[in-house]
C-alpha cells in the first residue's frame, strides 16, 4: 500500500473508530463498509473534514449480491466513490440496505448535489429507496415501467414487449415472446484450473 | 390583469439541438427558464445488464457504442479496469498507441463539441469545417481497425494489432481522378504515422481558423460569455469533471494527477478557465485540441523509433499468433479456449478512470471469478453534467438553455448506456 493510502487508512480508523468496517486494501483501492445507521454521518464527515476532503462523489452505483459466488451477507449495497481533489485520493464506499424487501437507505444529496440522478437511478435500476431524496422518480427505464430491470432475478428479455398496432393506432404492449438464449455459459473454474501440476 | 401562470414548454426529443434523445421539460415565466426537468432514457440500452450475460471480451464493442464520438476512449477505460484485475502489464508500444489514439480522438470529441455548440447557436461554418477534419481522423481509425467509429480496437492487455505501414489510398472514381485524385492522396503516400504526422502540421493552423470564426466573433460571446456560470466549489459538489470542472478554474486532470498508461513522460499543458462560464470552456476544448496535437507528435516520434509488440503474451488473456496456433498443441488450446469460454477476470472489485474528453469515464467491476463480469458499471462523465442542467438554467433565458446544453456536449449514448 502506498505511503499515502497507509495514512488515510489510518485517519480513517481513528476518525471512525466502530463506525466503520476494517478499511480494504485491493488492487491499489481503498474501500470501506459503513453501517446503513451510520452512512449519513460517515459520507459528511469525509467530504467536510480537512483530514479527507472527498469533495466528488464520482460514482453512486447499486449492487445486487444476491448470486455472487457464496455470499452470505445482504442482497443491496449501495457502493460510491469518492475523490479528493486536495489529496488527491480515492475512496470507495459500501453500505447494505438491510432489508431486503424493501430496501431503504438515506440520501446523501444535502452533501453532494451531485447524487440526485444517481440515487434516482440506483432506485430505478434496484429499487433501493432513498430516504430524504426530494424527487425520486425512475430516470432510465421508461414511462410506466413495472420492476426494477438490474435486479438479478430480472430476465435479460424482460416481461413486456411493444409494439404499433394498426388497429388501435397506438403502441401496445404484450408479454415478451423471445425467449432468454445463452450462447457462452457462465464458468466459474476452480482456482488451480490450467494451472498444470495438479495431476 | 388576469393570471399568468407559467408556461410549459417540451423541448424534444427529436429536436436539432437536443444532441440525441433529450425530452427537457422547461417551465417557462416569459422567456425566462424557471425549471427545466430533463427526462433521459431515450437510449437506454442496458450495457450494464446486457454485459453481465456476455463474456469480458464480448463486451469491448459495447463500450465504442457508449459514447459514440469518443469511441476508443469508453474502451480504454474498462481495458485499464479488467487489467487491473488481471494484473496484466500492457507492451510499452501498446501503451503509447493507446495514448496516441486516445488524444485523436479528444480531437474527434472536441471538434464535434465545438462545431454543433456553434451550429446550435447560429454558426453554421464551423460545424462543416470540423467534419473535414474529423475525416481524417475517422481514416486513422480506419486503417488501425477496419471501422470508422466503433474500432474494438483496445483490448485487454494492449491493442488489436500494430500500425499499418501502408495509408489505404483512394482510387479514382467519377468524382475523384485527375489533380484532385492526386490531392487527396498525397498525404496518404506513406504509413499511417505519416499521414497523421501530416495532419498534425496542419491542424494547429486549422484551429486558428475555428478561433478566427468563433473566439472574438460578436454574436458567439454575446451567446457564450457569462451564460451558465458555474462557481468552482458548485462544480465539485454536482459533480463535474473534464472542461467542465477545467472551466471553473480547478486545475484537475487526470493524466497530470494520477497518470495512467505513458502520460508521465509526455510533455502537456492543462488549459484552465476562469470564468466558468460557456465562453471558458469553449476555450478550454479549443487549447486541449491543441495539446493533443503535441501529444500526437511526441507518440509519433516514439512509435517511429521503437518497434515490438503491442498486445501481451499471457494467451490467457490475448490469442497467440495464427501462426503459433497452427504449428503448436498448446497454443491451439489457448485460442479454443480463449474464443469459446473467454478470460476468466479473478474474484474482486476494480474501478478505473481515464480522463475522457468529456470528463472522468470510470469503469467499476465486480467479478465473482467467471468468464462475464458479476456487475459492471460505468460511471459517464456526461450523466452529472446533464443532472446539474436545472441548477445551471435555471434564471437564464430560453435560447440560453441550448448554449447551456450545446457547451456540456451532451451525447447520449454515454449518459443513458
Known amino acids: 500500500m502506498s505511503a499515502r493510502l497507509d495514512q488515510l487508512c489510518d485517519r480513517l480508523k481513528a476518525a471512525f473508530a466502530g463506525r466503520i468496517g476494517e478499511p480494504v486494501f485491493a488492487l491499489g483501492e481503498l474501500t470501506i463498509e459503513v453501517d446503513a445507521a451510520n452512512y449519513v454521518d460517515v459520507m459528511r464527515q469525509l467530504q467536510g473534514h480537512p483530514d479527507f476532503k472527498f469533495e466528488l462523489l464520482l460514482d453512486l452505483s447499486g449492487v445486487d449480491y444476491s448470486t455472487y459466488s457464496n455470499w452470505q451477507g445482504k442482497r443491496f449495497a449501495i457502493v460510491s466513490h469518492l475523490l479528493s481533489i486536495s489529496h488527491n485520493l480515492r475512496l470507495r464506499v459500501r453500505t447494505f440496505a438491510d432489508d431486503e424487501e424493501f430496501p431503504v437507505l438515506p440520501s446523501v444529496i444535502d452533501i453532494w448535489a451531485g447524487a440526485n440522478w444517481y440515487e434516482r437511478e440506483a432506485f430505478d435500476l434496484y429499487g433501493v429507496h432513498f430516504d430524504g431524496h426530494p424527487d425520486l422518480r425512475r430516470i432510465l427505464t421508461d414511462y410506466g415501467f413495472v420492476g426494477h430491470p438490474f435486479r438479478k432475478d430480472f430476465p435479460i428479455s424482460g416481461h413486456v414487449e411493444m409494439h404499433y398496432d394498426a388497429e388501435q393506432k397506438r403502441v401496445v404492449y404484450a408479454p415478451v415472446t423471445i425467449e432468454p438464449r445463452e450462447v457462452t455459459p457462465r464458468i466459474v473454474r476452480e482456482e488451480q484450473y490450467g494451472k498444470g501440476g495438479a495431476r | ?417
Open chain 2, 1 to 417: 390583469m388576469s393570471d399568468i401562470k407559467n408556461y410549459t414548454l417540451n423541448f424534444g426529443p427529436q429536436h436539432p439541438a437536443a444532441h440525441g434523445v433529450l425530452r427537457l421539460i422547461l417551465e417557462l415565466d416569459g422567456e425566462v427558464i424557471v425549471r427545466a426537468d430533463p427526462h433521459i432514457g431515450l437510449l437506454h440500452r442496458g450495457t450494464e445488464k446486457l454485459a453481465e450475460t456476455r463474456t469480458w471480451i464480448q463486451s469491448v464493442p459495447y463500450m465504442d457504442r457508449l459514447d459514440y464520438v469518443s469511441m476508443m476512449c469508453n474502451e480504454h477505460a474498462y481495458c485499464l479496469a479488467m487489467e487491473k484485475m488481471l494484473g496484466i502489464e500492457v507492451p510499452l508500444r501498446a501503451q503509447y498507441i493507446r495514448v496516441m489514439y486516445d488524444e485523436i480522438t479528444r480531437i474527434l470529441n472536441h471538434l464535434m463539441a465545438v462545431g454543433s455548440h456553434a451550429l446550435d447557436i447560429g454558426a453554421m461554418a464551423v460545424m462543416l469545417y470540423a467534419f473535414r477534419d474529423r475525416e481524417d481522423l475517422m481514416d486513422a481509425y480506419e486503417a488501425v481497425s477496419g471501422a470508422r467509429m466503433h474500432a474494438a480496437y483496445y483490448r485487454p492487455g494492449g491493442v488489436y494489432r500494430d500500425l499499418p505501414d501502408r495509408m489505404p489510398q483512394y482510387r479514382q472514381s467519377k468524382f475523384k481522378k485527375g489533380d484532385a485524385l492526386k490531392q487527396v492522396n498525397e498525404d496518404r503516400q506513406g504509413s499511417l504515422l505519416d499521414f497523421l504526422e501530416a495532419f498534425c502540421g496542419r491542424f494547429p493552423k486549422y484551429v486558428d481558423e475555428y478561433e478566427d470564426l468563433l473566439t472574438d466573433n460578436r454574436i458567439w460571446k454575446q451567446r457564450t460569455v457569462g451564460v451558465g456560470v458555474v462557481e468552482p466549489e458548485r462544480a465539485l459538489n454536482l459533480g463535474f469533471s473534464g472542461p467542465m470542472l477545467r472551466g471553473s478554474g480547478i486545475e484537475w486532470d487526470l493524466r497530470k494527477k494520477q497518470p495512467y498508461e505513458v502520460y508521465d513522460r509526455i510533455d502537456f499543458d492543462i488549459p484552465v478557465g476562469t470564468n466558468g462560464d460557456c465562453y471558458d470552456r469553449y476555450l478550454v476544448r479549443v487549447e486541449e485540441m491543441r495539446q493533443s496535437t503535441r501529444i500526437i507528435k511526441q507518440c509519433i516520434d516514439w512509435l517511429r523509433v521503437n518497434p515490438g509488440p503491442v498486445i501481451t503474451g499471457n494467451h490467457k488473456v490475448a490469442p497467440p499468433a495464427r501462426e503459433n496456433m497452427k504449428a503448436n498443441m498448446e497454443e491451439l488450446i489457448h485460442h479454443f479456449k480463449l474464443f469459446t469460454e473467454g478470460i476468466h477476470v479473478p474474484l474482486g472489485e476494480a474501478y478505473a478512470a481515464i480522463e475522457h474528453p468529456k470528463g472522468e469515464f470510470g469503469v467499476y467491476i465486480v467479478s465473482d471469478g467467471a468468464n462475464k463480469p458479476y456487475r459492471l458499471k460505468l460511471r459517464s462523465p456526461g450523466f452529472p453534467h446533464l443532472a446539474a442542467l436545472d441548477e445551471i438554467a435555471r434564471g437564464h433565458m430560453i435560447a440560453d438553455a441550448v448554449a447551456i446544453i450545446g457547451t456540456m456536449d451532451l451525447v447520449f449514448g454515454d449518459i443513458d448506456r
